[in-house]
């Protein structure tokens, strides 16, 4: 019986275990198989900005408790938006008059690290994640889906496959048929963290700290400086660092390494800038230093492909972003609550639910896409040819 099979979800991360809740609070069943063989928090300390809709779609889907915890975990800043450095005169190059597009709630910054929210997403759903489940791909007939692992074996016949396996997504890449793609903008991020007195001199706010005196490409710093946090030496606070393509250079174009390779091109790239910046990367907490590799679904929008009621897509694994804007895990948590919310209104997997989804999702998911390349365009000097720039 259809109605008894579990929904199953490829992933654990922040899409997938939102969607979990949904499931979870409507008494619908679920398996989520994840790649990792337990919570990786190590190199997850970067804040989430969230958007007035990021913010509305968690709360649709968490009960109030839920709700309550993850608010009160989230940095709320205040000040009127991003404030631009010069990084290697130290001078300030511009300052929005009016809180700008960054602010959500109560006129607010909210921010909370991709850690502590993927904690509080799992709460009670971590007996419904299998370990060590390296998603490959699926098989699907007219009763039911079955998810297929790297080993050869399969999952349980489930009710419908969602993948919110990122951005690698090989479900993905099998129920598109290869349309839809995620471009290797060539640009490399580095993420950092400092104790939180290390952000002193900059006060409270957001802050971009650029650097344009390099031949080879700008170097911009982003980070963002709450009040209450800012005395406690026990509190770390991040910045992430972003270079346009050819200025970061992981070893061997590896970026999953962390720590002190991260940290020494850290050191190297910001060894003029200004001595106000410095404590920032003098007092990096090494270990937790991570590159990042910055991808782009594409520009042009959420590519169609022919429906199968059985397969869907949310987060990443449809529709990777730069980190212009901060709307990535914004429009991934619209998709849980999007797809959770017309899951429970059939009472689970029901014909049409996923294609009134994905129609629904295209609309937003396709702007977001696009507005995150426009401004990724100017700030971090990428350019993508849809026709012939590298794919992951
Ligand atoms: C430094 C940085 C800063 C960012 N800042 C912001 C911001 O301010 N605001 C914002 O909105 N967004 C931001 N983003 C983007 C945001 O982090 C992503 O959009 C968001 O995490 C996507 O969530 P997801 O659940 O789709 O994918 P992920 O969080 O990537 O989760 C995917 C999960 O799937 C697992 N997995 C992968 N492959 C497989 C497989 N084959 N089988 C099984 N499991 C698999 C992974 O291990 C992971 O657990 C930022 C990203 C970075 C790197």
Known sequence: MSATKPVLISGAGLASLLLAQSLRLANIPFRIFERDASFVF????????????????????????????????????????LTTYN??????????????????????????????????????????????KHVTGYEVNDDGVRAVFADGSKSVEGSLLVAGDGI???????????????????????????PSTAF????????????????????????????????????????????????????????TIIGSHAADIVKELTKSWHPRFKPLFDQMNVKETAFWKITCSTPSGVTEWPNQPRVTLIGDAVHSMTPAGGIGANTAVRDSALLGKLLREAGGFAPGV???????????????????????TGSFGIKIDEESSNTV
């Open 42 to 81: 190590r190199a997850q300390g970067y804040r989430l900005r969230l958007s007035t809709e990021g913010l509305d779609a968690i709360e649709s889907v968490l009960d109030k408790e839920t709700f309550q915890r993850f608010w009160d975990a989230c940095g709320k800043t205040g000040g009127a938006g």
């Open 87 to 132: 990084a290697v005169t130290g001078e300030i190059t511009s300052q929005p008059a009016q809180p700008g597009r960054l602010t959500s709630r109560n006129g607010m910054t909210i921010g909370i690290a991709r850690g502590d929210m993927r904690r509080i997403f799992a709460s009670n759903c971590e007996d419904h994640i299998e370990w060590n």
């Open 168 to 194: 690698y997504s090989k479900i993905a890449k099998q129920l598109s048929n290869g349309k839809l793609k995620v471009y290797d903008t060539g640009a490399r991020g580095i993420h950092g963290q400092a």
């Open 200 to 255: 002193r001199e900059l006060g409270e706010g957001v802050f971009m700290i650029r650097d344009q005196s390099r031949p080879d490409g700008s170097v911009s710093v982003i980070t963002n400086v709450r009040s209450g946090d800012m005395h406690n030496p026990d509190i770390e606070l991040g910045w992430t660092l972003v270079g346009q393509p050819g200025v970061v250079k992981p070893p061997n174009d590896d970026y």
């Open 354 to 376: 996923t294609e009134a989804y994905e129609k629904e999702m295209r609309v937003y998911a396709s702007a977001a896409v696009h507005q995150s390349y426009s401004s990724a």
